[in-house]
């Protein structure tokens, strides 16, 4: 404790122009606010980096540059699918029921050019979300990679007028829309290494049948990369009408994680980062806001639950951030939290 740093400042360097809400462009002025903070940009992550430098941490030099090119692809990142599993679902009627609902609700027909796919479109609330069923057999990626390119195929980069939209997000003025890709699987037809080399699906599942929950993780969702697990799952309300209450998403890297309020939230590889669908059945007995506080004293108790983590001198400061004592550094004589 006294031994972190921390820095106030009047401006919001955290704040990105292309990750702004889309209200933010329905009004002239706006839009013209938006170019501007597009245009000098480069200045932003320049002093965000200098600040990051000054509290001692490491900072990509990659996204410091001002190549033009390079920013496009650092602004336009790609998303990967997200593969849907049953995981602590076992009744063979309750899982035919969602696979058939969400095959269901995905009735618009996309991009008829693709060869060999069915391109099936949920225009949902705020993106087009392509499903498709995991392809079977042993040693076979579950999604061809011709039709992922297809899905997630960004649009070449172009000059963007003074009034132009955000580029990676929503544009109510142009339509512009956010595709996405959901994979539909079953056990026996889950992802590999190869699509998802940061995650572990099979391994995940079995730790989740062993645990004492409920309902929670009862389908399990993983992206190696999204834009928001929270965004995804909230806003697009009728894919979410047919996830069964307990759904997790887990992703191992967002680009655009949402904290409390309005809050940027910074995750990149190596954070724990989900988001689990509750359903409560009376909000007016429970509010809720006391779903997190028990959320985080679940996650204090699960990691003093495993062998060797008895000990662990955590601390929790509410609503929901969790810290784990340190042991003093061998030339220090004081300890911090992280």
Known sequence: VGAGMAILT???????????????????????????????????????????????LDVDPEALVDSPDLQHSLCEPRATPM???????????????TLYALNGIATQQGNRGLAGAVDRVLQDTIEDIHVTNS????GRRRVDAGYQDAVFQPADPEPVPENACATSTVCESSGGRRHSLLVLCTQ?????????????????????????????????????????????LEKNSRLQAQLPDGTVF???RQLAGRGRGRNAW?????????????????LKQAPVVMMQYIMSLAAVEAVKALPGYEGLPLRLKWPNDIYALQAPAADSDTSADS
Do not use: K
Not at 21 to 37: C, G, K, M
Not at 213 to 224: I, K, R
């Open 188 to 232: 026996e037809t889950l992802p590999g290494t190869a699509e998802t080399p940061r995650f572990n699906m099979q391994q995940a599942i079995e730790y989740m049948r062993h645990a004492r929950a409920h309902t929670a993780g009862s389908w399990l969702m993983y992206a190696d990369t999204t834009f928001s697990t929270q965004t995804f």
């Open 83 to 97: 593969f849907l599993v049953p995981a602590r679902v076992s009744g063979v009627a309750d899982i035919a029921n």
């Open 266 to 282: 910074i995750s990149p590889a190596g954070c724990l980062q989900f988001t689990m669908l509750v359903r409560h059945p009376d």
């Open 10 to 56: 009047g401006l919001h360097p955290e704040y990105a122009w292309d990750y702004l809400a889309p209200s933010s462009y329905t009004r002239p002025h706006n839009r013209t606010l938006v170019a501007q903070l597009r245009s000098h940009d480069a200045h932003r992550r320049r002093l965000m980096g200098a600040m990051l430098g000054h509290m001692g």
């Open 135 to 138: 392809s079977p057999g042993s």
């Open 250 to 252: 887990v992703a191992t």
